[in-house]
Each structure stands twice: as structure tokens, then as C-alpha cells.
């Protein structure tokens, strides 16, 4: 079991790239279709570390990608991988507008918040 040092270490280290894909209304079951169908493979994407698919609480046909990867380089390979080409010529069509990608890193980890919120309280 790793140390909450070795998890802040880590989160320090990764990047996390967010989408923002806005979708024509009535493509958007066929855009949940297709990423339930390539997300198991994107996850296994080398440095692909997480995957989620998040839908826009006021605005239901915008589609939200989150993913943690090991450094910029794992997100470029990916990006550069046939899988990705497919995968976004597929999607292209379906959009409403420009998508917006954001990539981050971790500047201050929830575990090292976690563990200052519960020091404060006793």
C-alpha cells in the first residue's frame, strides 16, 4: 500500500485532459453508443490511467471527456494512435460546435487537502 507522499507524488505528476464536445441534440445517444464502445479501448491506451464520460448538467447534449494520463507525451502518443483517428472521424460529425480540449496538472492533490482539512480539526 502506497504512502499518502507517494499518491501526492504521483498526482503531481500527471496530466488531465478534460473535452468539452457539444453535440447535436439528436446525435448524442449515438455518441453515447460509439464511447461505450471505444472506451475500454482508450483506457487501455498506454498511460491512459482513467476515463470517464461526464454530461453537462444544464446543457444535456454537451458531453464532457475526462481522462488521467501519466504526461504529456502518453496523451500525444494516443492522439497520434489509430485508434483516436477512427474513434474522432466518427465523431466529428456529430458535433454542434467547435469541441474545447483543456489539458492540467495537479497543483495541490485532494489527498494533501484531505489530510490538511483533518489535521485542522484536531
Known amino acids: ?49 482513467h476515463l470517464e464520460l461526464w454530461t453537462n448538467a444544464s446543457y444535456p447534449s454537451v458531453m464532457i471527456t475526462h481522462s488521467h494520463w501519466t504526461g504529456d507525451a502518453a496523451l500525444q502518443t494516443y492522439r497520434q494512435s489509430d485508434l483516436f483517428k477512427a474513434a474522432w472521424a466518427t465523431v466529428k460529425p456529430m458535433f454542434a460546435a467547435r469541441p474545447q480540449a483543456f489539458s492540467a496538472s495537479v497543483s495541490h492533490p ?13
Do not use: W
Open 1 to 49: 500500500m502506497g504512502t499518502s507522499n507517494d499518491y501526492y507524488r504521483l498526482a503531481l505528476a500527471m496530466l488531465i485532459r478534460i473535452v468539452r464536445l457539444p453535440l447535436d441534440p439528436s446525435r448524442v445517444a449515438d455518441f453515447k453508443a460509439h464511447f461505450a464502445e471505444v472506451a475500454p479501448q482508450i483506457r487501455q491506451q498506454p498511460g491512459c490511467t
Open 110 to 122: 485532494a489527498a494533501a487537502i484531505e489530510a490538511e482539512a483533518t489535521n485542522q480539526r484536531t
